[in-house]
């Protein structure tokens, strides 16, 4: 079945670059997204990618999408601590827009 | 806009009780979804709905039910609430098609003793 795995966490230095990586297992994905969640707070949509792109950016956060190897990644540059909270990495393989999550990775940023 | 919301923000239960959780949005969105987030899990899909009347279930339906009378609004129902559900909902809300982005409120956190 359809199956999204992140590590569960990542620890960085203010001022550097964070990337979160993300593997699935659904060939037939069609979308692929970054959410980030803060403490108490709902998901808040960073980026997403379509399934026939290699890469897009927006400001400090870059997506690489590697199809072959079903391998997504999010690269955030210069690392602030209000970049601290959790990364979800979701895909949809469906027309009805269903998210597959993988388990979240803890981002902590040190001063 | 309000974006999408969700009543209430916090609810205790005790085990066998009935609730109803509300999610409304205001962004004309044919596709509402229900999740739960559990600890150290990503979101689960509970139930979805393509359009007004249509209800579907998702990963982890069981013990819930739904129901998508207006288009806004999306319900779920716990009809006899068990330990086992104590977590946090959130619903989302999203176009149809080549408009991928899925909206999501503020969750509702639950603990059913």
């Known amino acids: 079945g359809e199956d999204v795995e992140q590590s569960l966490f990542l620890s960085v230095r203010e001022g550097d670059s964070s990337v979160i990586n993300c593997t699935y297992t659904d060939s037939s994905s069609t979308y692929l997204y970054w959410y980030k969640q803060e403490p108490g707070a709902g998901l808040q949509l960073l980026t997403y990618?379509?399934?026939?792109?290699d890469m897009k950016q927006d400001q400090r956060l870059t997506v690489l999408l590697n199809k072959k190897d079903k391998h997504l990644s999010l690269r955030i540059a210069d690392t602030q601590t209000g970049d601290s909270a959790i990364y979800f990495c979701?895909?949809?393989?469906?027309?009805?827009?269903?998210?597959?999550f993988g388990q979240g990775t803890t981002l902590q940023v040190k001063p | 806009n309000a974006g999408v919301t969700q009543t209430p923000k916090f609810r205790v239960l005790k085990t066998g009780q009935s609730m109803t959780l509300l999610c409304a949005q205001d962004m004309n969105h044919e596709y509402m979804y229900w999740y739960r987030q559990d600890p150290g899990m990503g979101l689960r899909l509970i139930h979805y709905s393509v359009g007004e009347g249509t209800t579907a279930k998702g990963e982890v339906p069981d013990g819930y039910n739904v129901s998508r009378l207006k288009k806004q609004n999306f319900l779920l129902g716990l009809e006899s609430a068990a330990p086992s559900q104590t977590s946090v909902y959130f619903c989302a809300s999203s176009y149809p098609g080549d408009r991928p982005e899925q909206f999501f409120g503020p969750g509702t956190r639950l603990t059913v003793l």
């Open positions: 990618i379509f399934s026939n792109m």
């Open positions: 979701a895909e949809s393989t469906s027309n009805t827009g269903k998210l597959i």
